[in-house]
Nanobody
Framework: QVQLVESGGGLVQAGGPLRLSCAAS????????MAWFRQAPGQEREFIAA????????YTDDSKKGRFAISRDNAKNTVYLQMNSLKPEDTAVYYC?????????????WGQGTQVTVSS
């Protein structure tokens, strides 16, 4: 059974950093592209960043470049999202996802999400 388990969320003050982790099990992690999304209340799910299976290439949404960075450790079956200079509008549930689709259209697996709340 495939599991993606996010952790590292919580309450942080505006301007602070936070690093999210997503631990994967039940799949050959190194074969999947991994991605992070978020969803704020009343809003659609939003793409943040993706990283290829080997970890050598990452793609980050333009609106988050410079503040958010995705990375992975295939030895630990874990993908990370480093978030810096957080803003109240970054408050959302953050999800990791795994896909074998190089076009990043369909995702095979999703985590349950971790709440990030940024206070002003």
């Amino acid at each position: 059974q495939v599991q993606l388990v996010e952790s590292g969320g919580g309450l942080v003050q505006a301007g602070g950093p936070l690093r999210l982790s997503c631990a994967a099990s039940g799949l050959t992690f190194s074969r999947y592209i991994m991605a992070w999304f978020r969803q704020a209340p009343g809003q659609e799910r939003e793409f943040i960043a993706a990283i290829n299976s080997g970890g050598g290439r990452a793609y980050t949404d333009d609106s988050k470049k410079g503040r958010f960075a995705i990375s992975r450790d295939n030895a630990k079956n874990t993908v990370y999202l480093q978030m810096n200079s957080l803003k109240p509008e970054d408050t959302a549930v953050y999800y990791c996802a795994a896909t074998s689709d190089a076009d990043l259209v369909g995702y095979d697996y999703w985590g349950q999400g971790t709440q990030v709340t940024v206070s002003s």
